[in-house]
């Protein structure tokens, strides 16, 4: 047997495994979850109304704010689910479970990658919820294309490919879960002070560059583009170019933690 095949046999084993905990405390990830849900509902049916007339001017409705909320959710839900992954990685670290793991033969990448895959799957699973509450409610994408909404979850997944790379750094970096928990928090907050409630331009002039450079606004504004038609512009090199960063960044910043020789 290959050694590629060995490591992608142990990597499914691994994957499973992370999928069966994931199944047996779903409390963690619903906790997770609830944040963008509550935040969806709360700015459609409290602030709705308002924002809506905000960005669109007196003609608009609530379905207007609808439209232009849900991109930006869609990605919190991405960065709020892989809290969970920078949890479940501390946690294997601090029981003595990678010990064990040292010691068997086994591929030494298949325990991150296993965490890697089964976190991007529960990242698109969590979309697809987030995603049909919005419609449920009343978002629509009517004018785009199929090869527009493949291109919009593909980017979703690229984007949960590289914020569950970092994830994992900071779950291998943190002493205990309570401590992973506080370290992935930005992934969170960043999505605030992003494009996700309003645009950019209602910021003052000396927050925007912020929000507007940092990685959530790129991604938020390319998947709007994809969906509802607006001017994407340069946000989708600039998407494109910080999930590449930011996966090659979490994933050589986890190899190197991972292969640490333990104390």
């Given amino acids: 047997m290959s050694s590629l095949t060995l490591a992608a046999r142990d990597t499914t084993t691994m994957l499973r495994r992370n999928l069966l905990h994931a199944r047996r405390y779903p409390s963690l990830t619903l906790n997770l979850l609830l944040t963008p849900v509550m935040m969806l ?6 602030f709705g109304d308002v924002m809506s007339t905000g960005i669109g001017g007196a003609d608009a409705d609530r379905s207007d704010y609808i439209a232009y909320l849900v991109p930006g959710l869609l990605l919190m839900t991405v960065g709020s689910t892989t809290i ?9 670290m601090t029981e003595g479970i990678i010990a064990r793991f040292r010691t068997m033969a086994i591929h030494r990448g298949s325990v991150l990658i296993g965490h890697v895959i089964g976190s991007v799957l529960q990242c698109v699973m969590s979309v697809i ?10 978002f629509r994408s009517t ?4 090869l527009e909404w493949l291109a919009a979850f593909a980017l979703l997944v690229l984007f949960a490919l590289a914020l569950t790379w970092i994830a994992v750094g900071m779950g291998l970096i943190s002493p205990n879960a309570e401590a992973a928990s506080n370290n ?8 605030l002070i992003s494009s996700t409630f309003v645009p950019l331009d209602a910021m003052p002039g000396w927050f925007r560059p912020i ?8 991604a938020i504004e390319t998947l709007r583009g994809l969906l509802l038609g607006t001017e994407i512009g340069h946000n989708g090199w ?4 910080w999930c590449l960063a930011l996966t090659t960044l979490g994933y050589f910043w986890s190899k190197a933690v991972f292969n ?3 104390k």
Wanted: proline share 10%.
């Fill in 41 to 46: 509902l709360l700015f459609v049916y409290i």
């Fill in 129 to 138: 919820l987030v995603g049909a509450v919005a419609v449920a409610i009343g």
């Fill in 84 to 92: 969970g992954t920078a949890v479940s990685v501390s946690t294997d």
């Fill in 184 to 191: 992935a928090l930005p992934l969170i907050f960043l999505p």
């Fill in 211 to 218: 929000a507007e450079y940092q990685p959530f606004t790129p």
């Fill in 238 to 241: 600039l998407a494109l170019g």
């Fill in 260 to 262: 640490r020789d333990p």
């Fill in 143 to 146: 004018d785009a294309t199929a």
